[in-house]
């Protein structure tokens, strides 16, 4: 039986030429003939602390070559790679290692000694450092080790990765993703996108997200290609690089700041034959002022953790504004009412799909599980959409209220709890607000309860040590009461609709 560890299909696909780049970084460039020894290095540090197949190991670093190759050495190692956010907070991290128990936790150097303290309460207590300049304790035993030279046999079905996504109670969910999750995923996108020879990828998304992680590092490792790798998006040096680039994956803002410079036109873009744009809705002005700018359409694709990406406008055809396209080869997607009976086209529905793209369920909730699937192997997106009659998809809005800001998921309920422990707080209702720049803005409505002063800078100030920065709302609005039906019940849509102008 042959290996179906995800590594072994890049390891064949790397380009013949040994001088041919992988990542072309801000501190370093990594050839793809060094991939295999620098990778080997780091599985053998993690070897060293007894690391073995299915084990997991956190990731909470900037974003690096070194990092990317952190990741391959997971993989190779038969391991469960799980990266967090840097935004996340002690109080979300301590509720990590409780719930999965990691074999190794690799933090930022400056975060080593809290992370530490966490880890050592969770009973983990392998902690390695890995910065940005080469530096932090990982580094340093991976120099002093010789590199591994094996990759750890898997079946389609082992683990190769969890992501966290935020739940509607306040508790994060691991979305768990096989090996095959992710390659089947990975080499549709690559062949719907008509990936080329040649093909340079802009990279500047982060790392520890499905968007930048797997589907912009998978396409450009199974076909070879050179990535423009990028610490951190500023619009000045995409500009500057995308002359060179021939694809940019980006978010929404990506486009709209890009829109902003004036250098930013068909020149510029004249050598790149894809923009593709997902994790938050793409406004349809966006994609306009964007084609007449550029001379070409966005392509928007629609995905989520749990599946990676479940449908996508076409590359030759037409993308129509405010759609996501249709289900990528191999994904079943139909809209459905509550029972799971799919609606009449052009009706409003709860999305649903099934492929091999879909994820092997959340890491020890079997119920949770068991909630989002229906008998038939569909998997309740939980968000709202059409399906016209020709099969193309158009979200609608989320059925679980669902904030998608700058890309990110942020669940109101998670926002809506630590608020009502602010002092000064009756009581809050936490909703996404159209915004030009980041899709949704994360916006608060409080009642106050007369005790102490509710504002903007004060409730940032409370919510900086109890939540990610991108969680945190970007404005609050005090009113006298909430709007609610006869069950007592808020109404958001009320709310959205009283609150929700474009900013």
């Avoid at 109080?91 to 809290?114: G, M, Q, W």
């Amino acid at each position: 039986m042959t290996n179906q560890n995800l590594y072994t299909v890049f390891q064949q696909r790397f380009p013949a030429d040994p001088e041919a780049v992988f990542l072309q970084g801000d501190r370093r460039t990594v050839k793809y003939a060094a991939v295999d020894e620098e990778s080997g290095r780091f599985l053998a540090v993690l070897k060293a602390c007894g690391v073995v197949p299915g084990d997991r190991v956190f990731m909470q670093v900037e974003k690096s070559a070194e990092a990317v190759l952190l990741y391959l050495a997971c993989l190779r190692a038969g391991a469960v790679f799980v990266p967090l956010n840097t935004g996340y907070t002690g109080s979300e991290i301590e509720y990590f290692l409780s719930n999965t128990r990691p074999k190794v936790f690799v933090c930022r150097p400056d975060d080593a000694r809290s992370i530490a303290q966490l880890a050592g309460r969770a009973g983990v207590d392998k902690v390695l450092s890995l910065g940005v300049d080469g530096d932090g304790t990982l580094m340093a035993a991976a120099r002093r080790v010789q590199p591994d030279r094996s990759v750890a046999a898997c079946d389609a079905g082992d683990l190769a990765a969890i992501l966290y996504t935020s739940g509607t109670t306040g508790r994060s969910k691991g979305a768990m993703l096989t090996h095959d999750n992710l390659l089947s995923n990975g080499l549709v996108l690559h062949e719907y996108w008509q990936w080329e020879p040649g093909d340079v990828l802009l990279h500047a998304l982060p790392i520890f997200h499905v968007h930048g992680l797997f589907v912009a590092l998978h396409c450009a490792l199974l076909n070879g290609s050179r990535i423009i790798f990028h610490d951190t998006f500023d619009a000045n040096r995409v500009l500057q690089d995308l002359p060179n680039a021939t694809v940019l994956m980006g978010v929404p803002t990506f486009y709209v700041r890009l829109l902003e410079l004036d250098g930013f036109g068909r020149d510029a873009s004249a050598n790149v034959r894809l923009f593709i744009s997902g994790s938050a809705p793409l406004l349809a002005e966006t994609f306009t002022a964007f084609e007449a700018r550029a001379g070409q359409p966005i392509l928007e694709r629609y995905g989520m953790t749990e599946a990676g990406m479940m449908t996508s406008n076409p590359y030759s055809g037409p993308r129509v504004p405010g759609t996501v396209g249709f289900a990528l080869p191999g994904v079943a997607a139909r809209v459905a009412d509550d029972a799971g009976q799919e609606v009449e086209r052009g009706t409003v529905g709860v999305l649903e799909v099934r492929g091999p793209n879909v994820f092997a369920g959340y890491w020890e909730m079997p119920e949770k599980t068991a909630d989002e699937f229906r008998d038939d192997g569909f998997f309740i997106t939980g968000d709202l959409a059409t399906m016209d009659a020709d099969g193309r998809v158009t979200i609608v809005g989320r059925a679980k209220d669902l904030v998608i800001s700058g890309g990110y998921n942020v669940y109101p309920k998670e926002v809506e709890e630590q608020l009502d422990l602010m002092p000064g707080v009756k009581e809050s209702c936490v909703i996404g607000v159209p915004d030009r720049d980041l899709g949704e803005a994360v916006t608060a409505i409080v009642v106050p309860d007369g005790t102490a002063e509710v504002s903007l800078g004060v409730a940032q100030a409370f919510l900086v040590e109890k939540l990610a920065k991108f969680k945190q709302p970007k404005s609050l609005i005090v009113v006298d009461e909430l709007p609610r039906n006869t069950m007592g019940k808020v109404q958001k849509k009320s709310l959205r609709e009283q609150f929700g102008a474009a900013s």
